[in-house]
């Protein structure tokens, strides 16, 4: 089953331009991660936030989350063409939970 | 550390085969995870270990998947009498154990399973 749900599913912007990428879920958590995936291959871990943060940085990622709402956001700034990728969240369904669930993705690409 | 590693990278068999997939998690990690993933959409949980507990398997995973850990360290998935709804890239992935939750998980590259 999947926990979250990204909006929209497909996004294409230039180069250089923000994207902002939304996430829904449905359960209590303990924290909510963003991956990434470049066509054909594994995903790799970008950020982590946890169910008591409201907003997180790493470099040109800004992740926020809204508990109450059960929605998070992920914005990358300054894109550039290599971020073309789809992006998931993941969710851990809270408390004792031990494995995460993703979401169906955003695949977003970077024009140049 | 040479990060997560999976085997075979790619694999074509016939509807009724067996087939194995191996996953050599980050060696520190004490828990592993198997994954699948069809085109379009996003990872779908089968099943995960602790050590070499099987602590978790999906609703969704048949009999004829079977999964195993036997010493903690390299992990096995089998798929018995393989369908075509099979068809999929199934992924491993390893972490450590949080005090709570599921922690960052490291992906493998994946193991892509074509049932003709």
């Known amino acids: 089953s999947q926990q979250g749900e990204e909006d929209p599913q497909a996004l294409s912007i230039q180069e250089g331009e923000n994207a902002t990428m939304n996430c829904s879920y449905k359960?209590?958590?303990?924290?909510l991660q963003w991956y990434r995936q470049n066509s054909g291959r594994g995903l790799v871990h970008l950020i982590l936030?946890?169910?008591?943060?409201r907003e997180k940085h790493s470099g040109r990622l800004r992740v926020t989350l809204d508990t109450s709402k059960k929605s998070s956001s992920l914005l990358i700034t300054a894109s550039r063409a290599a971020d073309t990728a789809s992006y998931f969240c993941?969710?851990?369904?809270?408390?004792?939970?031990?494995?995460?669930?993703f979401g169906q993705g955003t695949r977003l690409t970077i024009n140049p | 550390d040479t990060g997560v590693s999976q085997d075979p990278r790619h694999k074509i068999t016939k509807r009724g085969q067996n087939v194995t997939f191996r996953c050599d998690p980050i060696s520190e990690h004490n828990r592993l995870y198997w994954y699948r993933q069809t085109l379009g959409q996003g990872p779908e949980f089968l099943t995960y270990f602790q050590n070499e507990a099987q602590l978790e398997k999906s609703r969704l995973l048949s009999d004829r998947f079977s999964a195993e850990r036997p010493k903690g360290s390299f992990s096995t998935l089998e798929i018995q009498r393989t369908e075509q709804g099979d068809s999929a890239m199934y992924l491993c992935a390893s972490s450590l154990a949080p005090l709570q939750g599921a922690g960052e998980l490291f992906f493998g590259e994946g193991s892509r399973l074509t049932v003709l």
């Open positions: 936030i946890r169910s008591n943060e």
């Open positions: 993941a969710t851990d369904e809270g408390m004792g939970a031990q494995k995460l669930v």
């Open positions: 359960t209590s958590i303990n924290n």
